[in-house]
């Protein structure tokens, strides 16, 4: 059974600070994406990963960052926290051109 | 650029009847089409996909079929029960990248 683990479920930060979310997978998928979603607006890709120290830009990367240091592990970086980056955030793992299995999502409120 | 349309952004249904949603997509080399349920406050979980060299596929009360001419593709739920209420998003895979329909919610009513 494939497991998708994200570090927190619920986080509070303030505006300016760095903010790291943090996404586990252990089926050794090859892609890896990070999403946010919003009411009205559905999945909305930020950024993704075909493999380890490889990253591509997904339709929102503005704000975003993130880093593949190990196959299992892809994290999304904020920089700089912004009010209007509050959202859900819902990481997923896929072998090539398969299906995506998501994690439980974290939901970031930006004070 | 590459968009995936998804009708109607809500739908309710008399538990019992069908309920369908369609998306249509644009990029012509989408070959795989996953459709997610997602329940209030849970994650996305895949229910059915279909790949581009079929052209319906079933899963007991689930269906979705493809029309690769027409660049749509369409869910069908029937005998709808409570447990199907949820969010239903589709999806357009090409190469390593999947876009998403902006979700349909479906309510059934008693």
């Known amino acids: 059974d494939v497991k998708v683990t994200q570090s927190s479920r619920y986080l509070v930060k303030r505006t300016g600070e760095k903010v790291f979310l943090e996404c586990v997978q252990d089926?050794?998928?090859?892609?890896m994406f990070w999403y946010r979603q919003d009411p009205g607006l559905g999945l909305r890709l930020i950024y993704f990963?075909?493999?380890?120290?490889?990253?591509e830009k997904g339709d929102i990367p503005e704000g975003y960052s993130v880093s593949r240091e190990k196959k299992e592990r892809f994290s999304l970086i904020l920089e700089s926290a912004s009010t209007n980056q509050t959202s859900m955030y819902l990481c997923?793992?896929?072998?090539?051109?398969?299906?995506?299995?998501f994690g439980p999502g974290t939901r970031l409120t930006v004070l | 650029g590459e968009n995936v349309e998804q009708h109607p952004s809500t739908l309710s249904v008399q538990e019992g009847d069908s309920a369908v949603i369609k998306c249509t997509y644009s990029?012509?080399?989408?070959?795989?089409f996953p459709w997610y349920k997602q329940e209030l406050g849970k994650r996305p979980q895949l229910i059915i996909d279909?790949?581009?060299?079929?052209g319906e596929k079933k899963d007991q009360r689930i269906a979705v079929t493809l029309n690769k001419t027409a660049k749509h593709f369409s869910l069908h739920i029937t005998e709808t029960q409570p447990e199907d209420s949820a969010v239903y998003f589709c999806?357009?895979?090409?190469?390593?990248?999947?876009?998403f329909g902006s979700g349909t919610r479906l309510s059934i009513r008693p």
């Open positions: 997923a793992s896929s072998s090539l051109r398969s299906t995506q299995y």
């Open positions: 089926m050794d998928h090859e892609n």
């Open positions: 990963s075909y493999d380890v120290k490889m990253k």
């Open positions: 990029d012509s080399a989408s070959n795989y």
């Open positions: 279909i790949r581009s060299n079929v």
């Open positions: 999806a357009d895979s090409s190469a390593s990248k999947i876009i």
